[in-house]
């Protein structure tokens, strides 16, 4: 069964950046399609950013431009570079893996981004 690691949160100013990583153990990282989702407190988790096997991304329209996913399948790895951080981007980021072939869904333990002058 594959894992998922967040790290990288933490404490920055509005208009800082930040890097996620999400680091799977287990093999077979390239095969999933990957996800970047939020929960800010009492609020639903929304989807922040995906990332196809193939290295096709998509956005919310709340982080286009600021945000980028990529993957690094050498490193069983997925990122989400953060930039022109805002306040209403405090939350807790979890990243998900969904498996191809059986639609499965892995979540990492989430990563606390905390967005603060």
């Known amino acids: 069964q594959v894992q998922f690691v967040e790290s990288g949160g933490g404490l920055v100013q509005p208009g800082g950046s930040l890097r996620l990583s999400c680091v799977a153990s287990g093999s077979s990282f390239s095969i999933y399609a990957m996800g970047w989702y939020r929960q800010a407190p009492g609020k639903q988790r929304e989807s922040v950013a995906a990332i196809t096997s193939g290295g096709s991304t998509s956005y919310a329209d709340s982080v286009k431009g600021r945000f980028t996913i990529s993957r690094d399948n050498a490193k069983n790895t997925v990122y989400l570079q953060m930039n022109s951080l805002k306040l209403e981007d405090t939350a807790v980021y979890y990243c998900?893996?969904?498996?191809?072939?059986?639609?499965?869904?892995?979540w990492g333990q989430g990563t606390q981004v905390t967005v603060s002058s």
């Open positions: 998900k893996a969904v498996h191809p072939m059986s639609r499965l869904a892995y």
